[in-house]
């Protein structure tokens, strides 16, 4: 395996971005190949990784995005997409896919970009906080829906909305030597836990940093323990809004085991 990013070009390279994200995420939402080229040709962001190893030199991952403006008036960089196949999530492709799109992003004068992500999924939240260095101050409830609970298992599709702050000091030194990550026992050592149990009580957000904890795999837990993994989410989301309206922001992430643990400081 030998990967290679860059932009993606050409009519069959943007085919393959529409067609990786069927593979990835179904037939639902899929981007077309059209808008992908015209978003990127008027200011957007569309990078490729290719495995120059494989015959044909196939796309494997691709991350999307476009310009926007923040609430502060400033233009940004809204990171849509970041797919990668199956066989490639363990080879840091998302993460170099990553690092290329804040390149492009530093090369056209911007220095925030944001996006989304389920914050019940601990692989991506130990790449964006913990890998990456993103902050993260706003939750938005069901941002795709189903509204009402969908009866087939699905969650409500909450999100942690991330801000990366392109050349913070915190992100140029993971860009240029990633730190050894945080574990969980130094984030136990800084702070105490809110939340011991998803059908337990919680503890109001205090004192300068506490910890949240997630279950570490919520696509299992949600397959064996439907109501169980819905209480995680509204958990969850009770304690981000509070903490978040309370000035606190998720600055750091460490998995534990059968949990992952988000650190959150008072800004």
């Known amino acids: 395996m030998s990967i290679e990013i860059r932009p993606v070009t050409g009519y069959h390279e943007y085919l393959a971005c529409e067609e990786l994200q069927r593979v990835v995420w179904g037939q639902f939402g899929a981007v077309p190949h059209h808008m992908l080229l015209t978003v990127q040709k008027n200011g957007g962001i569309c990078l490729g990784a290719f495995d120059i190893a494989a015959p044909g030199a ?93 009866p087939h298992g699905e969650l409500p599709s909450d999100r942690f909305r991330v801000d990366w702050w392109l050349s913070a000091e915190p992100v140029a030194a993971r860009r240029a030597a990633p730190p050894a990550p945080s574990t969980a026992a130094t984030l136990r050592a800084r702070a105490p836990l809110a939340n011991h149990d998803p059908l337990g009580p919680i503890d109001e957000p205090s ?61």
Request: glycine letters at 8%.
């Open 58 to 150: 196939p796309l494997v991952g691709f991350v999307f995005g476009f310009l926007g403006r923040a609430e502060d008036g400033r233009i940004k960089h809204t990171s849509h997409m970041a797919a990668v196949l199956p066989g490639y999530r363990d080879a840091r492709v998302g993460e170099s896919l990553k690092w290329a799109q804040r390149d492009h992003a530093l090369a056209q004068g911007l220095e925030l970009m944001t996006w989304t992500f389920d914050p019940l999924i601990s692989r991506n939240a130990n790449l964006n906080i913990a890998k990456l260095g993103a902050v993260c101050r706003t939750y938005v409830r069901n941002i795709y829906g189903p509204e009402p609970e969908d």
């Open 207 to 267: 004192g300068d940093r506490f910890l949240v904890q997630i279950p570490a795999d919520v696509d299992a837990l949600r397959a064996a323990d439907l109501p169980r993994a819905r209480a995680w989410r509204y958990q969850l989301r009770a304690l981000a809004e509070a903490a978040f309206a309370a000035g606190f922001t998720v600055t750091d992430y460490a998995r534990d085991g059968e949990v992952g643990l988000y650190l959150l400081e008072r800004s």
